[in-house]
């Protein structure tokens, strides 16, 4: 997530097959202050939960970069990230981009062309419409695999499969 653009994914999974929903990428206007950048990408989050009503969401945890602004300024736009589907009610998880890459192309370090390569192929019909919203498709890929293992483990208890990446 950034103040700039937001993927967002939506998928549906029952057991191992996943299907493609839908994905965007918010853009909140650039010449806004932070705090209404913040308030945009909030307000946006939740029209897109309210619209495709996700049972779960997941995120990508953040890396810390060497600029110190940049880093605070992504941790604003990961909170409200987090915030709007917490609001809702929806479960919120988040994986390393190690992991997601590994739950994707089945290694940690893959390039983010072969992510989207992948994406395309386990989502038949999806056409992210930036690099972001492929990221977070893989994001949701990668939460729909983990809790299938987790429901295996646990039983039919666990939680569903239905799965968001804001």
Not at 37 to 48: F, G, Y
Not at 79 to 105: D, F, Q
Not at 138 to 144: K, N, Q, T, Y
Not at 149 to 165: I, K, Q, S, Y
Request: glycine residues 8%; hydrophobic residues 45%; proline residues 8%.
């Amino acid at each position: 997530p950034g103040l700039r653009h937001t993927g967002w994914g939506i998928i549906e999974a029952a057991g191992p097959r996943l299907r493609y929903v839908a994905d965007g990428t918010l853009r909140p206007d650039p010449r806004l202050e932070v705090a209404e950048r913040l308030a945009a990408l909030h307000t946006a989050l939740l029209a897109v939960i309210a619209r495709h009503r996700p049972e779960a969401a997941a995120v990508e945890e953040t890396f810390v970069s060497r600029n110190a602004a940049s880093t605070l300024k992504l941790g604003l736009a990961r909170g409200v990230v987090l915030l709007a589907p917490a609001l809702t009610g929806l479960p919120v998880s988040e994986y390393p981009a190690s992991v997601i890459k590994k739950s994707v192309v089945g290694v940690g370090y893959a390039e983010k062309a072969q992510v989207q390569m992948m994406v395309r192929r386990l989502l038949p019909g999806a056409t992210p419409d930036s690099g972001d919203s492929a990221d977070a498709l893989a994001v949701a890929i990668c939460h729909a695999h983990h809790l299938s293992t987790r429901r295996v483990w646990e039983g039919p208890a666990a939680a569903p499969l239905t799965g968001a990446a804001p």
